[in-house]
Structures are given as C-alpha cells and as structure tokens.
C-alpha cells in the first residue's frame, strides 16, 4: 500500500514537472515577431494598447506583434535584466527619466534615421530633447502629464477669487495669496492647498521651471553642476512659507502620495490639491456624487507656465533583430488618431501636434482644454539625463526637501545640502 | 510540577493574545473591507470598516481586466511543485547532515546559513544567464528549479532541526528489533520527521507562491507569469493604484495560503505531539 503511494505520489510529480516545461516560440515560417512590452495598467488603456496591436497585425501578416504586459512598478529592473540577458523585448515602453542608463549602457537603438519624417515632424523638438542623450535618439516620447492644480469648484467661486486660465494664470506670489484666502473658511481643518510632497523632488525641480529655476547647470567641459539660485528658492520657499508661515497648506498632507490627499480633497478639507493630470481618472471615479472640480494651470513665474516632464516613451532594444520593423510598429502606434486613443486611456496628454489638435482633447470636460493649452509650455524634466541624478534624488534632496518643507531646516540648510552634499554625489558618476 | 495561574493573570494573557491577534489580523481586514468598497467610499475621508454599499465589482473589474484565474493556476503549478522538489532533495540531505556529524556535514550546513545572506540582485543576472544557456528561461520548469535552489538551502537548515529532534536510540532500538536500514527510515524515522517536511513544503510553497521578482524577470510570455507578477498591473506609475480591483484580486491571492496553512497546521501539532509523548 505504502509503496503504491508513493509510485502515485511519483507519477504525480513527473505530470507535475511535465506540466511546467516551456512551450518553442519559435516560427520558421518566415513571419516576423516583435514583442512589445506595454505599461499601461489603466483599463481603457490597456484595451487602446490591445486593439491597436490587433488592427496591426490584421493589416500586417509578415510581422506579428506580441503584446507582452509589464508593470511600472518594477519596469527597471526587469529592463536591467533582460538587456543584460539579450531577452528584452524589441520594443519597450518606458518613461524618458529612466532611459539615460540604458541608452548610454547602448542596450537602446539609436532612433535617427529609423524615425520616418512624419514622426519626427509631428512631435516637437522640446518633446524629442527628453530622449536625446548624446548625439543619439533613444526612444519616441508619445505621452506627458503636466502637473495642474485640481480645485473644488465651489468653494473657489463661493471665496470670489480670480479663476486662472492657462491664459491669464495665477503668479507664485498670488497662488501663496489666494491659498491664504481660501484658507480662512468655517469648519476645522481647513487649507487652501494640500501638497501631497511623499516624493518632492520631481515635482519641485518641474514646477521650479516656471520660476527660471534651472539647479543642475551644465558647464562648458560638459559636466554638471547644482547651483541653488534665487530663480531656484521660488518654489520650495512658496511650499514652505504655505505650511510653516501661513498655514494654509495641510502638514499632514506632505508626507503623502497624491491618492492619500483625494480623501480630504473631496470632503471639503482642502480647496485645492497640485496633482499631475492623469489624476483626474481616480477623481472622476472617487469623487462624491454631486462634487465639482475644475482643472487650473499651476501658477506661473518669470518663465511663464514652463514646467518640466519626463513622457512616457517607446524605444527599440538595440538587440532587436528587426529594428526597421519595430519602428513601422512604433509609427502605426502613433498615427494622430491612435495617439489620441492612447492618451485618452491613459489620461495624459499626446506629444504630437496632430493629436493635441484633435477635437476629442479640446472639450473642457474633465479639464481636458486646459492640459492641452498647457502643452507647449512643456520642457525636458531638468536632470533626467544627467548620470547620478537618481542617486542625488534619493540620498540627498529627498531627504532635505523634506525636511525643508516640514520647517525642520532653513534655506540655508537646504541650499548647502542641495549643492555640497549633491555635487559630490554628481563628482563620482563625472570622474575623466 | 504544575503551575497555577490567577484568573486576572489569566484574562490579561488573553487580552494581549487578542491585540496581538488583531495587529496581525488588521492589515488583512483592511484589504478585505477595500476588495469590497465602491470606489466613492475609498475617496472618503472617514473610511469604514463594514462598507456602505458593499459591491462585487471590484471582483468583477479584476477578473474582467487580469487573467486572474489562469495566473493563480500558474502560481499553483509552480509552488506545488517547488515545493515538492525542494522536500524531495532536502529530506534526505538533512538526514545525512544531521546523522553523520563530519566536517562534510558541518561544511553543508554552513554553507546553507551562508548562502541566506547573498541578496537575490546579485544572483538575478548570472541565474538568468544560465538558464537562458538551458533554454529554460519564459518556462514555468525554470522558475521552479530557481525556487528550489533559492528555497533549499532554508529548507535544509530547517530539516537538519528535525532530524536531530529525533532521538537516534529509536533508530537504534528498530535495528535491535531487527528491522533493517530501509525499514527504520520508512516506519520509524519517516513519520516522525513528517511534521518538520510538512513545515519544510509549507515554507517552500508560501515562499514560491509569494515570489515576485524572478517570476517578473524570467517568465516573458504573458500566458505564463504568475500570480504576484499579475497584481502589479493594477499599478500604475509614481505609486497611483487601481486600489478597489488590487484589493480584490490580493484578497484572492491570499486563499491557498491560508487553506494550506490551516490543513497543514493541525498535521504540524498533530505530529509533533505524537513525536514529543511517551505511550
């Protein structure tokens, strides 16, 4: 008895392992595959993705694309591995503050002269800059999200402020001014603003454009320098002022990430919440019935809007065997009328012109007209391509923003921080 | 020498064992109360544990938009039989180990205590190299046999406790009574080893089902990622989540844990008293 368990318990485990063995994916039909890794995890976006790539290979027989599904929470180091490998996919979707690694790593294909001429035309220069990294082209940047202030419509028409339009948008000084207004209503807990700032870093170099801030300047030897100029204090010192002099952004609200701030957002504690655009999904989904929301520019300094992004990108493995394929793919994908489609799934905003131009994105439903009026005042995310900037985010100006923003330090402080401690991290990844 | 404990003592016991039990218990019950919120209570400023309006269609929505099912099954197939094989080769391992106290056996489990300490980024690339020259990176077989390496040595060290528990005069007392080698590990040393291997299969499936990065680096074809891979498609970039659908979908990633730990929990104390008592 006992041994005939255990020829079952055996058999078992051989079906098992059976079981587990890996299929061939290899054709040798002459059929092209590309595998295309998307990121997109929003539900209307990952059937834009899906529909697309079906309508491709309806029309294109001789070179089927395989969506492959990824995450953005581990893009990197799934990327790290399988350029390392030789197994990433032929196309990969990212974003353009992760790429310089892999582009100067030369896991990447140069893009120039793949690119066809509609393509690059239709996607302006600044848009193409954040995915410039030396002489080369690393990837197509097809959607960005500026970041906006996402502002209960009632309680700004109830104080009588001045509403900005991406026309006539607020300055530094007035948003600090207006903040405090719509600080001083009945009811505990008030604030005009709830700065969700879990991670500041991004976000205050960003909006810090519109002030002429610049911080990482790159000297004629070609290396890169933090300065903390005047230009540079604006924003940090609007944020800080807000929550430790005038009190009207919420503290607690700092130390949280943007879905964290929705909550007091929707029950009246805060009059507005600074958040990158495709956030309007989550409060058109969570938002209370009957509650009203407008979509507002950030407020602009000497540099007008000016604000920095990273877009997301398609690039091509530089091991990919069919390069010349994978950017026909890439091109069909960012047809106007596709990108549209994609940037709507995605609620952000497309690069190219044709499609910021399409109807669909000019509604101001859901805020949509403001984004895209806000579109050429996007610039390249200072910093992304400069080598050591992940590591200055995370030892050095994360921890000192925040504390700047808490009221632990000064500007002093900050700035001696930012620039000492941060030039000697830059100092090791710029060694000749 | 039997200890008698007061009645105030005794309620305190039981109140701390009950906070206890609710700190463990809390993060679980709050992703449970989410599976079934609506997305406007998950905006609300005072959440509720029981929901309002309590919905399936974050179970819907999760289903609908991740191949959940087919994923778990990968999950399944995979743990069951990392499991299986890292029992298979560690039992009798640790019975020599533990038996058979030379240098060899010191070295062995040396080696098992050390290779906890190397952090899985450093093993990712050179793993991932070889089993591409194997031909078994994108197969559910190589994820197994890197859960088996990565479980063994653990479920080696845990094992080689086991067998030591087992006093070696039983074995001997068999051989008196004139069973012969075979014959003792099968009926005298095998069921009471039984318990540390159900502990050992135990620790090796929750630690191959749980597994994200590996199965995120070696599995390519969409068809075969597993379950933790899956999850993290309810994720979006800078930290925003899909949270009602995730929560869901966790919910139900947490079930064959739980089923196997209480079947095999009852087993573990069953086998250890049997083990531990004199009849």
């Known amino acids: 008895m006992r041994m005939r368990v255990g020829l079952a318990a055996g058999a078992a485990l051989a079906l098992l392992l059976t079981g587990c063995a890996g299929e061939d994916r290899s054709a040798d039909d002459g059929t092209i595959t590309l595998r295309f890794q998307s990121l997109a995890w929003q539900q209307e976006s990952v059937a834009a993705n899906k529909q697309l790539v079906e309508e491709w290979n309806a029309t294109h027989p001789r070179v089927r694309v395989e969506y492959v599904q990824g995450s953005w929470d581990s893009v990197h180091d799934q990327l790290v591995t399988s350029f390392e490998a030789g197994e990433a996919p032929d196309i990969v979707h990212d974003a353009s503050d992760d790429l310089a690694d892999f582009a100067y790593g030369g896991y990447l294909a140069d893009l120039r002269g793949l690119l066809p001429a509609r393509l690059t035309a239709d996607i302006p220069a600044q848009s193409w800059e954040t995915t410039t990294f030396g002489d080369g082209v690393y990837g197509v940047p097809f959607l960005q999200e500026p970041r906006v202030l996402i502002a209960n419509k009632k309680i700004l028409e109830a104080s009588g402020v001045r509403i900005p339009t991406p026309e006539e948008p607020w300055s530094w000084e007035e948003f600090r001014r207006i903040s405090e207004d719509l600080t001083r209503r009945p009811g505990p807990d008030r604030y005009g603003v709830a700065w969700p700032f879990r991670d500041p870093v991004s976000a205050t170099l960003n909006l810090g454009l519109s002030a002429g801030g610049r911080m990482f300047q790159r000297e004629a030897d070609g290396k890169v320098r933090i300065e903390f100029t005047e230009a540079d204090a604006v924003v940090p010192g609007t944020v800080h002022d807000q929550v430790n002099v005038d009190r009207s952004a919420s503290r607690t609200a700092l130390g949280g990430g943007g879905s964290d701030a929705l909550p007091g957002f929707f029950a009246g504690r805060y009059a507005m919440v600074p958040l990158g655009f495709s956030y309007r999904q989550q409060i058109a989904l969570q938002a209370p019935e009957g509650f009203e929301w407008i979509v507002l520019p950030a407020p602009a300094g000497r540099a007008g809007l000016a604000q920095g992004v990273s877009p997301q990108t398609l690039s091509v493995a530089e091991d990919s065997p069919h390069k010349k394929e994978a950017v026909a793919f890439i091109d069909f994908l960012l047809r106007p009328a596709n990108m549209v489609r994609l940037a709507k799934g995605d609620w952000m905003l497309p690069t190219g012109r044709q499609a910021l131009a399409d109807p669909a994105l000019r509604t101001t439903r859901d805020g949509w007209a403001t984004g895209v009026a806000l579109a050429r005042h996007l610039r390249p995310a200072p910093a992304q391509s400069v080598r050591g900037y992940p590591e200055w985010k995370d030892k050095v100006a994360t921890p000192a923003l925040q504390e700047y923003y808490s009221g632990g330090i000064d500007r002093d402080e900050l700035r001696r921080r930012l620039v000492e401690d941060g030039n000697l991290v830059l100092a090791r990844y710029q060694r000749d | ?279």
């Open chain 2, 1 to 279: 020498m039997s200890m008698r404990t007061g009645r105030p003592a005794r309620t305190g016991q039981y109140l701390a064992l009950l906070a206890y039990l609710v700190f463990l218990a809390f993060p679980f019950l709050w992703l449970v109360s989410t599976a079934f919120k609506p997305p406007r209570e998950l905006g609300s400023l005072h959440p509720s544990w029981i929901p309002d309006e309590p919905t399936l269609a974050n179970f819907r929505q999760a289903f609908g938009e991740q191949p959940l099912l087919r994923a778990a099954g990968n999950s399944l197939l995979v743990a069951l039989c990392a499991a299986a094989v890292a029992v298979l080769v560690a039992t009798p391992a640790a019975y020599v180990a533990a038996r058979h106290r030379g240098r060899l056996a010191k070295a062995a489990t040396g080696w098992a205590v050390i290779s906890q300490a190397f952090p899985f980024v450093l093993l990712i690339i050179p793993l991932f190299l070889i089993l591409k020259n194997l031909r078994l990176v994108d197969t559910l077989t190589g994820l197994v046999l890197v859960y088996v390496v990565w479980s063994l040595p653990f479920a080696l060290w845990m094992l080689i406790g086991y067998v030591r528990a087992v006093p070696s005069e039983i074995e001997e007392a068999a051989a008196v009574d004139g069973a012969g080698r075979v014959r003792t590990l099968v009926s005298v040393t095998a069921p009471l080893l039984a318990p540390g291997v159900a502990a050992t299969a135990t620790f090796a499936f929750v630690t191959a089902w749980n597994e994200f990065f590996f199965a995120l680096v070696l599995l390519k074809t969409t068809e075969k990622q597993t379950l933790p891979v899956v999850l993290t498609r309810f994720l979006g970039a800078e930290g925003v989540a899909d949270l009602g659908p995730l929560a869901a979908a966790a919910f139900l990633a947490t079930i064959p844990s739980l089923v196997i730990f209480a079947v095999i929990q009852k087993r573990i104390t069953g086998g250890m008293l049997a083990g531990a008592v004199k009849h």
